[in-house]
């Protein structure tokens, strides 16, 4: 009988996902995918190439701001999330032009423009993830 009760609490509710019931599963794997990035994106490249993988996460971005409006959860944090990756992204690549003209790939400026940049995203992937955690409207708020 122990053994049937560790069977299905482990088909049923062992995993690393911790999102409600709603969950919206399509930005958990967006969100997925973006931490993923943030945690081994650039292990062991150069600062000028770690500039570059960033410029492929707009796609991942983009694909969770869409799947943030579709399900109407934009909230102020998120906003101001979004605007401050936005900022950094751009000081990043100015950065990075300069870095180029210079023919210096380790150049101190990149790499502070990419620590201000994986800041600001890990500040957006909190704001998503938290977009997540709320109930839909109406959804958890009826008296019982």
Known sequence: M????????LATG?????APAWGYPELGTTLGSLSRFLDEGCAGVTP???????????ALLERAFAQV??????????ADARTEV?????LRRAA???ARALRDPYHPPLYRALAAERLACRTLLA?????????????????V
């Open 2 to 9: 122990t053994s049937v009760a560790v069977l299905v609490l």
């Open 14 to 18: 062992c995993r690393n996902d911790t």
């Open 48 to 58: 000028e190439r770690c500039s570059e993988e960033f410029d492929r996460l707009d």
């Open 69 to 78: 409006l579709d399900h109407r959860l934009v909230d102020a944090a998120y």
């Open 86 to 90: 936005d900022r950094t992204r751009e």
């Open 96 to 98: 990075a032009v300069r």
């Open 127 to 143: 704001a998503l993830e938290h977009v997540r955690a709320v109930p839909p409207p109406g959804e958890g708020t009826r008296p």
